[in-house]
């Protein structure tokens, strides 16, 4: 099944509860959904996030005081499985060696706060394809275990708010998902953002160009190479 089943009815904005009528999440959006939206109201969000996304959100809610004990031991068990099984990293849409695979699993035990880094060890452990959203750009962590259709596995959606917390989309469509790779820029990794210069041509650029938001875009930009740079600069800015 493509999507896991969102928690009927239940929504969550600015951290409170709300009910609203279900018509409302049957209609074809044309822009992503905030009320589809829940923010953990934990430390670690990025973390709670894909909790939920893997347990559901009853789930999450049944923890009650034991967040982190909870947390610690989901950690520890991915740290074990991942030691005992080092070559599932080749399956993932990220490179990575082996000397990060092991600075990765450290950070994974000792940071209190999950990072974008780390993200793709928890989708090489749940089986699952996550797509994080920051303003106007967006990164793809996903795994590919010799099967050729991203649609078999478990896709999952998570925003990062103008508060630099993450919220998770309890409801991640396939139009919210066309929404993201219509109008947002798909950046490579959080250090080289976009491919090298070769790799686009001019109107290639000005199409990601005119991606970014039109308060922040610049238009006095002349060449190609002014044009990559600029993204360049902008998307690592945002992943900051």
């Given at each position: 099944?493509?999507?896991?089943?969102?928690?009927?009815?239940?929504?969550?904005?600015?951290?409170?509860?709300?009910?609203?009528?279900?018509?409302?999440?049957?209609?074809?959006?044309?822009?992503?959904?905030?009320?589809?939206?829940?923010?953990?109201?934990?430390?670690?969000?990025?973390?709670?996030?894909?909790?939920?996304?893997?347990?559901?959100?009853?789930?999450?809610?049944?923890?009650?005081?034991?967040?982190?004990?909870?947390?610690?031991?989901?950690?520890?068990?991915?740290?074990?499985?991942?030691?005992?099984?080092?070559?599932?990293?080749?399956?993932?849409?990220?490179?990575?060696?082996?000397?990060?695979?092991?600075?990765?699993?450290?950070?994974?035990?000792?940071?209190?706060?999950?990072?974008?880094?780390?993200?793709?060890?928890?989708?090489?452990?749940?089986?699952?394809?996550?797509?994080?959203?920051?303003?106007?750009?967006?990164?793809?962590?996903?795994?590919?275990?010799?099967?050729?259709?991203?649609?078999?596995?478990?896709?999952?959606?998570?925003?990062?708010?103008?508060?630099?917390?993450?919220?998770?989309?309890?409801?991640?469509?396939?139009?919210?998902?066309?929404?993201?790779?219509?109008?947002?820029?798909?950046?490579?990794?959080a250090v080289k953002p976009l491919k090298g210069i070769s790799n686009y041509t001019s109107n290639e650029l000005k199409e990601l160009l005119s991606k970014i938001n039109?308060?922040?875009?610049?238009?006095?930009?002349?060449?190609?190479?002014?044009?990559?740079?600029?993204?360049?600069?902008?998307?690592?800015?945002?992943?900051?």
């Amino acid at each position: 099944m493509l999507f896991r089943s969102a928690i009927n009815n239940i929504f969550v904005e600015e951290k409170k509860e709300i009910i609203f009528d279900r018509k409302l999440c049957e209609k074809k959006i044309e822009k992503p959904h905030i009320r589809d939206r829940i923010c953990p109201n934990k430390m670690d969000t990025l973390f709670w996030c894909v909790f939920i996304a893997v347990y559901g959100y009853d789930e999450y809610n049944t923890i009650s005081n034991h967040f982190s004990n909870r947390e610690m031991e989901e950690r520890q068990k991915m740290m074990d499985f991942l030691k005992k099984k080092p070559s599932l990293i080749k399956n993932s849409n990220v490179k990575i060696t082996k000397v990060a695979f092991q600075e990765m699993l450290t950070d994974l035990m000792i940071n209190k706060k999950v990072t974008l880094s780390i993200l793709i060890l928890f989708c090489i452990y749940y089986n699952i394809t996550i797509f994080v959203v920051i303003d106007d750009i967006y990164m793809e962590f996903s795994v590919n275990n010799g099967e050729n259709n991203i649609s078999d596995k478990e896709i999952h959606i998570i925003h990062k708010n103008t508060k630099r917390d993450y919220e998770i989309d309890l409801n991640p469509t396939k139009e919210k998902l066309d929404f993201i790779f219509s109008n947002y820029i798909k950046i490579e990794n959080a250090v080289k953002p976009l491919k090298g210069i070769s790799n686009y041509t001019s109107n290639e650029l000005k199409e990601l160009l005119s991606k970014i938001n039109k308060t922040e875009a610049k238009t006095d930009l002349k060449t190609k190479t002014d044009i990559y740079n600029y993204i360049c600069e902008y998307c690592a800015k945002k992943i900051l």
